[in-house]
């Protein structure tokens, strides 16, 4: 027998520090963990297109956030506050993981999809939203998404109008962006905003 001792490898770290202070667990990530400052000031530094855009300033997930939110509230004018702080916090797990292109996600598979649903689910949690997004107010914000994808796409990142078509359909008649990616500070300060905004209608008595 060999007399040399085998040194065990210390655990991978799965925690992320935030600024705030908090160490958030990627497996078993805890709300008590998750404050809005943290969310705003990560999406507002994670760039859409993996930063394949024009301007001065990448395009933020938190100012694309805050324009998918209007959208749906556009196409559903009746929409309830809870369901359009769903809408804000809809890619609110890449403050995290990041902005994944779909191609990239693709490959990843399943196990990418377990991270962000169980992110999604402590976000949710808390913000006191229900764990899973309900299936009409899903569609909903897939809609948004997509239209705001489209301007994105042919406003920003090179794309004719005929390929942002076949990716994410054409913008419904009436319904127009005029996107500018806005500095850091200012599309996390709008992010908060609008967060508090909607927290505060939520939890006014009726």
């Given at each position: 027998?060999?007399?040399?001792?085998?040194?065990?490898?210390?655990?991978?770290?799965?925690?992320?520090?935030?600024?705030?202070?908090?160490?958030?667990?990627?497996?078993?990530?805890?709300?008590?963990?998750?404050?809005i400052?943290?969310?705003?000031?990560?999406?507002?530094?994670?760039?859409?297109w993996?930063?394949?855009?024009s301007g001065?300033?990448?395009?933020?997930?938190?100012?694309?956030?805050?324009?998918?939110?209007?959208?749906?509230?556009h196409?559903?004018?009746?929409?309830?506050?809870?369901?359009?702080?769903?809408?804000?916090?809809?890619?609110?797990?890449?403050?995290?993981?990041?902005?994944m292109?779909?191609?990239?996600?693709?490959?990843?598979?399943?196990?990418?999809?377990?991270?962000?649903?169980?992110?999604?689910?402590?976000?949710?949690?808390?913000?006191?939203l229900p764990a899973?997004?309900?299936?009409?107010?899903?569609?909903?914000?897939?809609k948004?998404?997509?239209?705001?994808?489209?301007?994105?796409?042919?406003?920003?990142?090179?794309?004719?109008?005929?390929?942002?078509?076949?990716?994410?359909?054409?913008?419904?008649?009436?319904?127009?962006?005029?996107?500018?990616?806005?500095?850091?500070?200012?599309?996390?300060?709008?992010?908060i905003?609008?967060?508090?905004?909607?927290?505060?209608?939520?939890?006014?008595?009726?």
């Amino acid at each position: 027998m060999s007399n040399r001792t085998s040194k065990r490898k210390p655990p991978a770290r799965v925690w992320q520090r935030m600024l705030s202070g908090r160490r958030l667990d990627l497996i078993d990530p805890s709300p008590m963990d998750v404050e809005i400052e943290d969310i705003a000031h990560g999406l507002a530094r994670v760039a859409r297109w993996n930063g394949q855009t024009s301007g001065a300033h990448a395009f933020s997930v938190a100012q694309h956030s805050v324009v998918v939110e209007a959208l749906c509230v556009h196409i559903e004018p009746r929409i309830d506050p809870r369901s359009r702080l769903l809408a804000l916090l809809h890619d609110a797990p890449e403050y995290v993981i990041g902005d994944m292109i779909s191609p990239f996600k693709a490959v990843l598979g399943d196990g990418y999809k377990e991270i962000e649903t169980r992110l999604a689910h402590a976000i949710h949690a808390r913000f006191g939203l229900p764990a899973e997004t309900p299936g009409s107010l899903k569609r909903l914000i897939k809609k948004a998404d997509n239209i705001c994808a489209w301007f994105e796409a042919t406003q920003l990142a090179g794309f004719s109008e005929a390929e942002s078509d076949r990716f994410f359909g054409h913008p419904p008649r009436g319904v127009h962006l005029d996107l500018k990616p806005q500095p850091t500070e200012q599309a996390q300060a709008e992010f908060i905003a609008r967060t508090v905004a909607l927290l505060a209608e939520i939890e006014a008595p009726a």
